[in-house]
């Protein structure tokens, strides 16, 4: 058993690259807490594996007193000097204790260890290979589906994807392919952990690097994405050569590249824009596919008027509020959105000049000056008309 330990303990080594005088200090560890349990409590005794033979022993230990106070710690002098005829008062000594029945529980307890260690190292290598892979795509199949939970088959380990990283209506069965986000790996008692997503918007970025050549090459960069998955997605690109259209680049031929990330979502709809350093024009484009007739920004505030044909209110604000939510996300702004109509009549109500009776023969009139009127809403001021409605007034 000894000499097939060993060799076990050397194959082992060669074959998994866990080094072997680990796994003897883990079995020497191991045995001692299986003597104390079915053996001796006494805390002084330690475990010797010989390296060469792979003989465990069991030893006890105890200090040279001239006078026993303590026979579970103390020895004699003359009782040590049988043991080791170079110890003297003071020292340790170390004495065999090895039960007869101890191999047999040794070589179990040894196996136990080996296989833990093989199963943690193993566990360590499968770590180290997927935590390099956050933030990262992975294509899988589907395994088993469990409470709302499916496990994907990611090669070595299950992907864990629960339900609120599922996309909205989505129909997952057994042995369908689909890709993932890998959101994080963490260790746990089990072994390593992949948590993924279907819904993170990162999800169609990687997608977009890996279907789009120029993104991979960064002629065309991804500036911001914002996603509400399972409905849409806005992703706001541009380009670093004024010879390579982002927005083509992306749709591509016939839009085959962007169909692709939509096919793989289900049907997700996906809004590629041109990016702009200038708020009123990437505030314009995020709010495609409706026609923008106007952006007042608050540049303190960040805060946009948007003012938008009458026919095209409902399209910019989009179901439920969707577009301009998502808009707001992409740009980082508030946006207010009026039709034109409203924009109108909120204007107009602006240029009213409130007045009240005054005992006093000369009155001051000011005139409002309406600031950032549009010269598409066609909008005049005419004081005289203003000043002989004050008159009638008085």
Request: charged letters at 30%; aromatic letters at 4%.
């Amino acid at each position: 058993m000894s000499n097939e330990l060993i060799e076990a303990l050397d194959a082992i080594e060669e074959e998994r690259g866990i080094d072997k005088e680990v796994l003897i200090d883990a079995i020497e560890v191991a045995l001692v807490s299986v003597y104390r349990k079915n053996y001796d409590p006494n805390p002084n005794i330690k475990i010797n594996f010989d390296r060469e033979t792979g003989e465990i022993n069991v030893f006890g230990s105890k200090t040279i007193v001239e006078e026993i106070y303590d026979e579970a710690s103390e020895i004699t002098l003359d009782e040590a000097l049988k043991i080791d005829p170079n110890v003297s008062i003071g020292d340790s000594v170390d004495y065999k204790i090895t039960p007869k029945s101890f191999g047999r529980i040794a070589a179990q307890m040894a196996k136990q260890v080996v296989i833990q260690r093989i199963r943690e190292a193993e566990r360590g290598i499968i770590y180290d290979e997927y935590i390099e892979k956050e933030n990262e795509i992975l294509t899988g199949t589907v395994h088993r589906i469990e409470r709302n939970t499916a496990f994907i088959e990611l090669g070595k380990i299950e992907g864990i994807l629960s339900a609120n990283e599922m996309i909205p209506g989505e129909k997952l069965y057994i042995n369908k392919r689909i890709k993932v986000y890998v959101l994080q790996v963490r260790k746990s008692s089990k072994g390593p952990q992949v948590m993924v997503s279907r819904t993170h918007p990162y999800l169609v970025k990687r997608m977009f690097e890996i279907e789009v050549p120029e993104i991979r090459s960064g002629i065309v960069q991804i500036k911001s994405i914002a996603r509400e998955a399972g409905y849409r997605t806005k992703v706001a690109v541009t380009s670093s050569d004024s010879d390579v259209d982002s927005l083509g680049a992306c749709v591509g031929h016939k839009g085959m590249r962007v169909e692709m990330i939509v096919n793989e979502l289900g049907g997700e709809k996906i809004d590629v824009i041109r990016y702009s350093e200038d708020p009123v024009e990437f505030i314009s484009n995020a709010l495609s596919p409706a026609k923008v007739l106007l952006v007042r920004p608050n540049l303190e505030d960040k805060i946009a008027k948007v003012i938008v044909p009458d026919n095209q209110l409902s399209l910019a604000i989009g179901k439920e509020g969707q577009n301009a939510r998502l808009a707001a996300k992409l740009t980082g702004w508030k946006i207010d959105i009026k039709s034109e109509a409203e924009a109108s009549f909120e204007d107009d109500n602006n240029t009213n000049v409130n007045t009240k009776a005054d005992e006093t023969p000369e009155m001051d009139i000011n005139i409002p000056v309406l600031d950032e009127i549009d010269e598409d809403l066609d909008i005049e001021l005419d004081s005289d008309e203003i000043l002989g409605d004050i008159e009638e007034t008085e």
